[in-house]
């Protein structure tokens, strides 16, 4: 080797020596800033803990909305996982006064009773049944066929008789979320004890793929085919669908939403309750509130929230023309305690003929609510669902302390419909004592619609000769300050218990001209010699 070749050689070699140290130092700042990512520190977020796993992904998995689910699954700490879990329940708690989380203990019962009634192959809370009865709870009216068999199918299945796997109907009279009238079948084909939803009414039907075999009326006549019918899964054949509900599209929306989390039941409504004005789209409505004695310590206050049906939007469900309104209200103390809270839809029905007429009409809803005397409030939201027309009141209120020594009354009520009950249950909506009362909150009546007057009267002093009340009661009827007329009321064959008076009369309406008027009712005991004057204010439509 020449001697330039071996100059080359050291110069290489020497510029090799002092390059090297300079790229480790160059690697090593490179790592130091972070920049090579197979030599940075991993960030690995911690696995869920069991507990909290089971708790997302069993405990709440049927009613946890998907924006709870997501939120929750980005907590970082135990700590923040128990307070989400805690504002969780709280969300759905009906009454957060109390101790007890009313919904909490009771959702923990369905499951429980699904685990012990519908296990089969599966746990209980995973079958169709337990995860209905876990959503929804106790449905309304159930009916069981739970060996199948010989089955005459219903009109709207297309009658017929046939054999049947086991089935179970579920019947709920209202669904959050889901509608009203929500009937679900179950099936069981395997025999198994595993119900599993179904699609259609076809489900289960044993003799379905059977030629000539479990045929529909129109089958059995020659006017539809039972090949079409078990291609379309899910008809009655040629003669359609008799109910709306039973339509393939129907069911598969029933199931979709039976599949989402029941809605917090009208959880926006509780929180907007709070807000003092509604934006551009109001909804009017009245509100009254009555008071009739109960006990020296409870009186039954009663809430009634009227709306003018021309207000509303009616939509087509099932060929009828309907409303929804959706109304929750909250009572509270003069300290701040909450008193009750009540929540409920209100639906309105019309065919399209008897549309016109139903929108000239009033909407009501009544809640009645057992309250200690003292000063209250009470705050209502009401909210048209098809418009998403809101209105909210807030009123102030005293529920009045009887004195058992005293003569009194409840509330004077003006009634649109005022009836007896004869020998019906006193029980639902607008129920006093053994009578049908819907008040007219408005005070507005039309010419030739009878002016109900209702009324009660404790501590009536009773005629110890006659057995009979030993009071004189007048209504009067009056007219710019004049008094138009007047009648005495007739105790005779009256059966009321005790000492409590019911007054209840219809005011012909065909004679008044359009106009203000006021009904006095004047009480006089002969015993006590008490006497009270209730008036209520009405006014005559042409």
Not at 263 to 272: M, P, R
Not at 281 to 294: A, C, I, K
Not at 296 to 314: K, P
Not at 451 to 470: E, K, S
């Amino acid at each position: 080797m020449s001697y330039r070749s071996l100059s080359r050689l050291a110069v290489a070699l020497l510029s090799l020596t002092f390059a090297l140290p300079a790229g480790l130092a160059q690697k090593k700042k490179a790592n130091d800033q972070g920049q090579d990512p197979s030599q940075r520190e991993r960030n690995v977020k911690p696995e869920l803990k069991k507990a909290y796993k089971d708790w997302l992904d069993k405990d709440v998995a049927y009613i946890i909305t998907d924006e709870e689910r997501k939120a929750f699954k980005k907590l970082a700490t135990d700590d923040e996982r128990e307070r989400f879990i805690e504002e969780f329940w709280r969300r759905r708690d009906p009454d957060p006064d109390t101790d007890e989380n009313e919904f909490r203990e009771e959702y923990y019962e369905r499951i429980a009773y699904a685990n012990e009634h519908f296990a089969s192959g599966i746990p209980g809370w995973k079958s169709d049944r337990g995860r209905i009865w876990i959503m929804y709870g106790k449905p309304d009216e159930t009916e069981t066929h739970p060996s199948g068999g010989s089955y005459q199918r219903e009109p709207q299945e297309g009658g017929g008789s046939t054999t049947t796997y086991p089935f179970e109907r579920w019947f709920y009279r209202y669904l959050p979320g889901v509608g009203s009238g929500v009937e679900i079948e179950f099936v069981d084909p395997t025999g198994s004890g595993e119900y599993r939803i179904a699609r259609n009414p076809d489900e289960k039907d044993a003799l379905l793929t059977i030629p000539g075999a479990g045929l529909t009326l129109a089958e059995e006549m020659g006017l539809s085919n039972k090949a079409d019918r078990v291609a379309n899964m899910g008809g009655v054949g040629m003669a359609g669908y008799m109910r709306e509900s039973d339509s393939p599209f129907s069911r598969l929306q029933l199931l979709a939403d039976l599949s989402r989390p029941p809605q917090i039941k009208f959880n926006d409504l509780a929180s907007a309750v709070n807000t003092p004005v509604i934006e551009d789209n109001p909804l009017n409505f009245d509100v009254r509130v009555d008071f009739f004695r109960q006990s020296d310590e409870r009186v039954i206050t009663a809430f009634t929230i009227q709306t003018d049906n021309q207000n509303l939007v009616f939509k087509d469900s099932g060929g009828l023309q309907e409303a929804q309104l959706n109304i929750f209200g909250k009572i509270t103390h003069v300290s701040g305690r909450r008193a009750g809270v009540f929540e409920d839809p209100v639906i309105t029905r019309a065919t399209t003929e008897e549309l016109t007429e139903a929108k000239g009409r009033k909407s009501a809803y009544q809640k009645a609510v057992a309250l200690a005397p003292g000063r209250y409030r009470v705050d209502i939201i009401v909210r048209d669902i098809a418009s998403g027309a809101t209105g909210v009141r807030h009123q102030g209120f005293e529920v009045p302390k009887y004195d058992p020594a005293k003569l009194s009354t409840s509330t004077l009520v003006l009634a649109v419909k005022l009836e007896g009950l004869g020998d019906q249950p006193a029980v639902g909506m607008f129920t006093i004592g053994n009578a049908k009362v819907i008040p007219n909150v408005s005070g507005t009546f039309h010419r030739g619609s009878p002016v109900g007057v209702y009324m009660q009267i404790y501590n009536a002093g009773i005629d110890q000769t006659t057995l009979r009340p030993a009071v004189d009661v007048e209504y009067a009827l009056m007219k710019d300050g004049k008094e138009l007329g007047k009648q005495l009321e007739d105790w005779r064959g009256n059966s009321d218990a005790g000492q409590r008076l019911t007054l209840s009369k219809l005011i012909d309406s065909r004679g008044l001209t359009p106009g203000d008027y006021k009904v006095e009712v004047r009480v006089r005991d002969h015993v006590s010699g008490q006497s009270l004057v209730q008036s209520a204010k009405f006014a005559i439509l042409p």
